[in-house]
């Protein structure tokens, strides 16, 4: 493959994402809070009103008991943003949605407009697809917003190592972010990982992640209809695409690989991987011209030698598999049981689940079971008592992590992780100065189709033109 430059290491990248408090040690200086200590309310602001927005939106009132207000929303699609706050207000936190006619933005600077409500201290929440993330990280940390962004963080190179730039700025002002990865949340992942830290199976040699179902989500796309333009088309349906994305891949897989990463406390050295479409049809006969492939087999190599692998398929009628498990040199974790983090997780004596070798099974309080509403509970906690709090570094390992294991099967080639980092290839550049009328990052043939990746051909970027 072509050879990247190598600018960034994985040790580097590893003192680049040194903690908040070391760098406020570096710097010699006690940052100041930002925001006001106690019971002062917190605004947010929603940027992104889909599934996950609202959802996110939902968490922080809930979290919040009443101090967290959502001022404004944002989105490039107008129905989105109406169905989004009507199902807001039909919601148990309905009495905390504030927003009226004049605070609800549309278009692509929508995000500055809704941050404009909020001052510093508040919150913004990101769920858009990862495309706009360091735009929007950008602006709000020039507003000294704390932030809450879902995962991944980055589908490329180029923004992997500006969105760690832009951690850094984070950290330094103090301001306090929440990246989407809650299985770091789970209350049985996080004594699981104790457990596994303090050796109860052994050294971790081999992790494994599988998430087998149908196609969900836009995973499988249709040439784009009339009536839509082609950039809206793809933000639309943006787990078709590389650039919005990062694929199927690396959104659905990010949870596995990130989960089983932090138990080994390790990202992967490199990756190969086997990938490939069967399917290439709807069931009507339709050619898809998304850039997906429906099966994914990613063998990861950590530095030590052991070994993680994440299988992920889309298609209907194969057996479905999602739960996730670490072997250790004396026995077995399961890590989640079922989907990104199901409970319970539970470690063995040997390598088989049978309950008389079970050293233990996780017991989670009722009010802690859901990840989702554990990890506001610990950014508001964070924001409100000024703890050190950026998780957009570790985001940032696993969305790189991800990429590389992507990249190996869509290119056919051995992938390490400091490749993947310094690969110059941006997917879509000048994301920040879109407007309605702009051209897509991708651009479709006459038949409406995508470029596709084609291991063994295109070998020196995921897709695109053949390498020579
Ligand atoms: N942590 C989790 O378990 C989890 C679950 C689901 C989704 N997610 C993540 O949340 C993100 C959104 O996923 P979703 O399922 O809610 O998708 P979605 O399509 O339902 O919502 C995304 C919204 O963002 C809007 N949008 C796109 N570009 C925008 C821009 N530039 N400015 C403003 N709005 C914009 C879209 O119009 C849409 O309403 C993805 O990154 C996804 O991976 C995380």
Redesign the pocket.
């Known amino acids: 493959m072509t050879e990247p430059q190598k600018t960034t290491t994985r040790r580097d990248f590893i003192k680049t994402t040194g903690s908040v408090a070391a760098v406020s040690a570096l710097a010699g200086i006690a940052l100041p809070p930002v925001h006001a200590q106690g019971s002062d309310q917190i605004n947010v602001a929603l940027?992104?009103?889909?599934?996950?927005?609202g959802g996110a939106a939902n968490n922080a009132l809930t979290a919040g008991k009443g101090g967290v207000k959502l001022k404004a929303m944002?989105?490039?699609?107008d129905s989105?943003l109406r169905n989004s706050f009507e199902a807001l207000k039909r919601s148990d936190v309905a009495a905390h949605v504030e927003v009226t006619n004049d605070t609800k933005y549309i278009g692509?600077d929508?995000?500055k407009q809704a941050m404009d409500n909020l001052k510093p201290g508040d919150i913004a929440i990101f769920?858009?697809?990862?495309a706009?993330r360091w735009v929007h990280f950008t602006y709000a940390i020039e507003k000294k917003l704390n932030v809450f962004m879902?995962?991944?963080l980055t589908a490329d190179g180029p923004t992997s190592r500006r969105m760690l730039k832009l951690a850094d700025e984070a950290s330094a002002k103090n301001l306090k972010v929440g990246v989407?990865?809650?299985s770091r949340h789970s209350r049985a992942l996080q004594e699981l990982h104790k457990r596994i830290q303090d050796g109860e199976i052994g050294d971790v040699l081999l992790l494994r992640g599988y998430r087998m179902h149908g196609p969900v989500?836009s995973m499988a796309s249709l040439p784009k209809p009339a009536g839509i333009s082609e950039l809206m088309y793809q933000?639309?349906r943006?787990h078709s695409f590389i650039w919005a994305?990062g694929g199927c891949y690396s959104?659905f897989y990010i949870?596995h690989v990130d989960h089983l990463c932090w138990m080994k406390n390790a990202w992967p050295v490199k990756a190969q991987a086997l990938g490939g479409r069967h399917y290439r049809k709807s069931p009507e006969g339709i050619e898809y011209v998304d850039q997906n492939f429906d099966t994914y087999a990613v063998e990861y190599t950590f530095a030590d030698g052991a070994k993680m692998y994440m299988e992920g398929r889309c298609i209907v009628g194969a057996k479905p598999i999602y739960n996730s498990w670490a072997h250790g040199s004396k026995g077995l974790a399961i890590v989640s049981k079922a989907n990104?983090c199901g409970l319970p997780s539970s470690t063995y004596r040997g390598q088989l689940p049978e309950s008389e070798k079970r050293i233990w099974l996780s017991e989670v309080k009722r009010e802690e079971q859901d990840p989702y509403l554990n990890e506001w509970n610990d950014l508001l906690d964070a924001i409100r008592n000024n703890k050190p709090y950026n998780e957009v570094p570790s985001g940032v390992h696993a969305s790189v992590a991800t990429s590389l294991g992507r990249m190996a099967a869509h290119t056919g080639q051995e992938i390490t992780f400091d490749e993947m980092l310094n690969h110059e290839h941006e997917y879509a550049p000048g994301v920040d100065k879109l407007t309605m009328d702009s051209p897509a990052p991708l651009i479709a043939d006459a038949k409406g189709r995508y470029p596709i990746p084609m291991p063994g051909i295109v070998t020196g970027r995921e897709y695109g033109e053949a390498s020579a």
């Open positions: 940027i992104g009103c889909g599934g996950r927005g944002a989105d490039v699609f989105k692509f929508a995000y769920t858009t697809p990862l706009f879902e995962k991944p989407g990865l809650m989500g933000i639309q943006f994305s959104d949870h990104d």
